[in-house]
């Protein structure tokens, strides 16, 4: 679970116990709790263990009905999970996963006294995101712009005695597609690029030569770096030569030609 915890990046996260009772070193933060509970939602069997309202289990030829204990899950439109806790330190805890239009937010709200408070915090956050964050297409834009860079301005970038004459590139790839903004700021949003204008060569494919940033305010909110798509070799003398004779050809034939 540490090891896990490690790899995706939670810096105040550690687990001692499997259950989850407490312990002084056994500890995660709200945030961190999203992460987890994000990349578990990615696992199809635990969504939709998670989604289950009731379930039947059959014990000594016995059925017998349990319940999701998660207060939320088909009261509040669009719930689809997650999970109810409660410990002594950690307090009513509640971890909620809302899908709505096809976006998924996961609110956690963590020490709360009673059920109560836990159900009404869960159901403020949740209604409060929906209603004033708007989800924007950043992987669209990014596209938009990237195109509109490779005809403009990466035609302007001075490869120093490049062999090659034409130049591709490339954008690292990216999962992330939408990103929540709050309404009132969707209008200070930009897509900034930059990039090195000249360049040494010889350099090997992958070179990051740029990045492509999508911004709000002084934020950023996605970076993603503009690589080569091949390698560029230096000119050597012999291609020199043989630019000089393609080009004084070239010049005895148009001359013969007015003649």
Known sequence: MNKKAEELGLSNTHFVTPHGLDET???TSAYELAVITNYALKNKKFAS???TKTCDIHIN???K???NTNELLGNLNGVDGVKTGFTNGAGRCLVTSTTRNGHRIICVVLGADTKKIRTTDSVRLIEYAFANYEYINVGEKIQENFSKWISQDAPNIQYN???NTSIEYYLEENEIKWVPILKDEIKDVEVKISYETQMEVPIEKGHIVGKIEIMLKEEVLLSLNIMLKQD????????YITDFCSNYCGY?????ERL
């Open 25 to 27: 070193e056994h500890y």
């Open 232 to 239: 560029i070799e230096k000119k050597h003398i012999t291609d």
């Open 61 to 63: 030829g016995e059925t």
């Open 252 to 256: 005895l034939v148009s001359n013969m």
């Open 49 to 51: 263990i998670v989604n």
């Open 65 to 67: 009905t349990i319940s």
């Open 161 to 163: 005695k490049a062999k």
